[in-house]
């Protein structure tokens, strides 16, 4: 298992993330999983065997049912605070009042403290915005996460599912003001879904942050269950999520499958490889319902793409390309030629 250095902090964290989505299982979340608590704990076992110290969850997940499992599964087994980083967010509905949700100070700073509780836990390692909230002014939100930083109830801060110029702005407000910045991006991306690469992973190489990807499988659509011709089965079923281009897709892993055939693999695992062989990528999530599923994805930690295999799953499930995106890249081709030692002019 390899680490890696989370954004601008001195923080580690392994290249494979537990994620807990799949634990409790109320409401909506029992299409994603419903892990009782025995089978949960097991997971979190085979992950930290694996060599993993990172595990991710949220209160909004099973309406804080997941963080009370993870806290409990944690001291299950025994595991020493030094031994692990834990993640979670905030953002989500956690009641039916109107105040009961969003990211203003009034339900963060309410949230960081009921998420220790659930968890049993006195600080967050890395406490995430869980989403955008437009009734929010983005000064009140970072305001509130510097001071639960300064609390010490946070050691980092980070976002998620936020666009480029949003994340941009945050860091320019932090800056200005001294307060905590965010340290990553959890977004999704997938070999089915490569959109950040036109903003968001600029963005994130130029400011410093790290990022942390979920649904690396696009919602299992990459696992290779799923065939043209095929019923649709699995999660899928009945959580078609997140969207994706089912065509493009379909190409994706038929060259997924061939070098899964060529490398003794997996599906997954070369879908996994891909995206832990990206430079900006810290961190993939992985979530589960059993052990053996885990354990296959683990193994994406010890798959080696050569550049050819990784130019044939590109090329498999290529971007769109959008503007401004093609016009920076037409415009900035005789650049690129005048620094490489060409003609600036052509």
Known sequence: MKYKQLGRTGLFVSELCFGTMTFGGEGMWTKIGSLDQQSSTALVKTAFDAGINFIDTANVYSGGLSEKITGQALRDLGLGRQDYVLATKAMGPMGDGVNDRGTSRYHLMDQIDASLTRLGLDHIDLYQIHGWDPATPMEETLRALD???????????????WAAWQITKALGVSERRNWERFASLQAYYSLAGRDLEQEIVPMLESEGLGLMVWSPLAGGFLSGKYTRNGEAEGRRAEFDFPPIDKETAYDAVDV???????????VPQIALAWLLAKPAVTSVILGAKRPEQLTDNIGAADIELSDEDMARLDSAAPPASTYPGWMLERQGEYRKGGVAGGDPQK
């Open 147 to 161: 001071d639960i930083v300064r609390s010490g109830k946070a050691r980092y801060i980070g976002v998620s599912n």
């Open 256 to 266: 997924m499958r061939a070098i899964a055939e060529e490398k003794g693999a997996s």
